[in-house]
């Protein structure tokens, strides 16, 4: 069980690429074959950054040397606990990609993800991504695997 509902979610760049994880290795994962960028659960007292690199390094191998805070996400569902999520970007790391014991590790070019198979509202905040946006918060609202709602910075989304 993790330790809080905070987490953080870091999409690392290369080029026209994101290191992507195809999560397949995890009996139980709410995120089964699914893709998703890096990252996790914040463990007692770590601060966003703190997890952010923790997480890295233990499923990637790299160590990030420049990442950026991108936006905070919030997740409600009726089959899952609430979540909130900092969304990171990352351009400068060092080390060696190794096996991640959740999935497989793929670089992927940015114009291909949403040939993905990703969450619906996942989407979203990889347009906000692509456009460069300020920080930002979206709500992200899902029945099932279904998103019902989104709202970017108070404002409902229309997605």
């Known amino acids: 069980m993790p330790n809080t509902n905070f987490t953080t979610l870091c999409y690392i760049e290369c080029e026209d690429s994101y290191l992507m994880l195809h999560r397949v290795k995890k009996e139980g994962d ?5 893709w998703l960028g890096v ?15 923790r997480e890295v390094r233990e499923e990637t191998g790299l160590t990030l040397l420049r990442w950026r805070f ?7 569902s009726d089959c899952f ?4 999520m900092c969304l990171y970007t990352a351009d400068r790391y060092e080390g060696t990609i190794g096996e991640c014991r959740e999935g497989c590790l793929e670089w992927i070019k940015k114009d291909r993800i949403g040939e993905l ?4 509202g996942d989407l979203i905040f990889f347009k906000l991504l692509r456009d460069n ?5 979206l709500k992200l609202c899902y029945e ?10 108070a404002v409902l989304w229309n997605y």
């Open 70 to 76: 991108r936006g905070l996400i919030t997740f409600v």
């Open 117 to 120: 198979n990703l969450w619906e």
């Open 30 to 34: 709410m995120n089964r074959d699914k």
């Open 133 to 137: 946006q300020p920080f930002f918060s």
């Open 81 to 84: 606990p609430e979540e909130y």
């Open 39 to 53: 990252g996790g659960h914040f463990e007692k007292g770590e601060s966003p950054e703190e997890c952010l690199l």
């Open 144 to 153: 099932g695997e279904r998103l019902t709602e989104a709202v970017l910075d």
